[in-house]
């Protein structure tokens, strides 16, 4: 009679827990994402209430976070992280149930492709460094432009042409022209 009374307590107990949430969707905001700036994933899993499980979060990129408890004492489904990739390029993002210490793997698994672009140019770097070389087209700095102002340029290949006009040299400076290079000059 002990037997009994004890199994039927024991399957009387048993719809009283709740199944492992089973994962079923990951999301990425924004998508497609920029190289360095952080983008924040959701993973969402159906049958979450009540559950309890080890979740593993593999980021694509050859980082990946230990395996987590969700549920429990611990944040329940949706799950909300943030990484942030450093190069472009396509990656797959996989979360996958996996034992967590005490909590048993959530079941399923999941897969998100995420498009990461390169990032932006910062505003006025392109052109600055464009605008950094006092050289006419044709033409490249020789090191770099002394405090004084003064710089010179050499050809860039044989046969570089002649500047239509002269160079607007800084105060303190005159422009000079030969054969092999042509700049800024202090002068004397």
Same mark, same amino acid.
């Given at each position: 009679?002990?037997?009994?009374?004890?199994?039927?307590? +024991?399957?009387?107990?048993?719809?009283? +827990?709740?199944?492992?949430?089973?994962?079923?969707?990951?999301?990425?905001?924004?998508?497609?994402?920029?190289?360095?700036?952080?983008?924040?994933?959701?993973?969402?899993?159906?049958?979450?209430?009540?559950?309890?499980?080890?979740?593993?979060?593999?980021?694509?990129?050859?980082?990946?976070?230990?395996?987590?408890?969700?549920?429990?004492?611990?944040?329940? +489904?949706?799950?909300?992280?943030?990484?942030?990739?450093?190069?472009?390029?396509?990656?797959?993002?996989?979360?996958?149930?996996?034992?967590?210490?005490?909590?048993?793997?959530?079941?399923?698994?999941?897969?998100?492709?995420?498009?990461?672009?390169?990032?932006?140019?910062?505003?006025?770097?392109?052109?600055?460094?464009?605008?950094?070389?006092?050289?006419?087209?044709?033409?490249?700095?020789?090191?770099?432009?002394?405090?004084?102002?003064?710089?010179?340029?050499?050809?860039?290949?044989?046969?570089?042409?002649?500047?239509?006009?002269?160079?607007?040299?800084?105060?303190?400076?005159?422009? +000079?022209?030969?054969?092999?290079?042509?700049?800024?000059?202090?002068?004397?």
């Amino acid at each position: 009679m002990k037997r009994f009374v004890a199994a039927s307590l +024991f399957a009387a107990a048993l719809p009283a +827990f709740a199944a492992n949430p089973t994962i079923d969707r990951i999301t990425a905001t924004p998508s497609p994402a920029k190289a360095g700036e952080p983008v924040t994933i959701t993973v969402e899993a159906s049958d979450a209430e009540g559950g309890m499980c080890g979740l593993d979060l593999n980021w694509g990129d050859g980082n990946r976070n230990p395996p987590q408890k969700v549920g429990g004492n611990h944040k329940n +489904f949706p799950i909300t992280l943030q990484h942030t990739y450093q190069k472009p390029g396509t990656y797959e993002i996989k979360a996958d149930g996996k034992r967590a210490e005490t909590y048993l793997g959530c079941l399923g698994k999941v897969k998100y492709m995420l498009t990461v672009e390169a990032a932006a140019a910062a505003p006025g770097k392109a052109a600055a460094g464009a605008a950094a070389s006092p050289c006419p087209a044709d033409w490249t700095l020789k090191g770099k432009a002394a405090k004084d102002g003064s710089f010179t340029c050499t050809p860039k290949k044989k046969g570089a042409a002649k500047p239509e006009k002269e160079l607007a040299c800084p105060q303190g400076t005159s422009y +000079f022209f030969g054969a092999k290079a042509l700049g800024c000059e202090k002068a004397q």
